[in-house]
Every structure is written in C-alpha cells, then in structure tokens.
C-alpha cells in the first residue's frame, strides 16, 4: 500500500452548527464546505489545518453509522482517512493480509473521493477510512 498522506480525521458531533463556531470562532479555522451524503446518513463539514482536513460528521438519522457512534460513544473522533492509489488494489492488498473490511469494494464518499473502511478490530481500534481522489 502507498499511503500519499493523511486525506483528514473524521469527528462525529452531534450539531454541526454549533461545532463548526467552535472551530471558527475558538480555534480561528474556516469552514470551506458544507456537504451531506445521503447514502452515508451525514452531513459534513470541512476545515483545512495545513495540508490535512478535519471532516465534521453529524447524522441526518439516528440509525446511521455516525447516529449509532455517538449513541454509543458520544462526541469525539471518529475515523482516520489516508490517501491512497488503485483504491480497489488496495482492498484487496489488505484482505489478503487478514484485515477485515467494512467495504469490500469502493463507494462514494464526501467531496467526490472514492472511499471504503477497514474494521477497527482489525486495526489496532482505529476505524480506518482510505480515499482515492480519481480527479488528480
């Protein structure tokens, strides 16, 4: 696998108006995009912080994956994303190496990138998100 960077840090909140003033108003971030993925059950919003992004997440259904996290586990981090190249490759490249996946093939994710996760089980407990950005 060939890791190009760290593509962002997901962060489940449970209001994204209220935590994106935090971000702007405390931290002295700007919010560049404001998207929901309807698949996903997500509204996000991004900041950059020099080269990696900080993704909001807040449920649009309390029976999605981000509304089932808080749920259990409250606000907080939520995922790790790394860039990666042949996306689908690289599923494969894990499988084979005993790594359960959440996503056995890519699907849409925000801002058009090519995403799938890997378990925390068999991650160290970090869930794990890898992006392909096919536009670049």
């Given at each position: 696998m060939n890791i190009s960077h760290i593509e962002h840090i997901g962060i489940a909140v449970?209001?994204?108006?209220?935590?994106i003033k935090y971000y702007e108003e405390i931290l002295g971030l700007k919010c560049y995009s404001i998207e929901e993925v309807k698949e996903q059950k997500v509204k996000t919003a991004f900041f950059m912080v020099g080269q990696t992004k900080l993704e909001l997440l807040e449920t649009t259904d309390k029976e999605g994956p981000i509304g089932k996290f808080i749920e259990k586990k409250g606000e907080g981090i939520h995922h790790l994303a790394f860039a990666v190249k042949g996306l689908e490759n690289v599923l494969q490249e894990v499988a084979n190496k005993g790594v359960q996946l959440i996503d056995k093939t890519?699907?849409?994710?925000?801002?058009g990138l090519d995403i799938a996760f890997l378990h925390p089980k068999s991650t160290?407990?970090?869930?794990?998100?890898?992006?392909?950005?096919?536009n670049i």
């Open positions: 449970n209001n994204l108006e209220e935590s890519p699907r849409k994710g925000a801002e160290k407990g970090v869930l794990t998100e890898l992006c392909e950005n096919k």
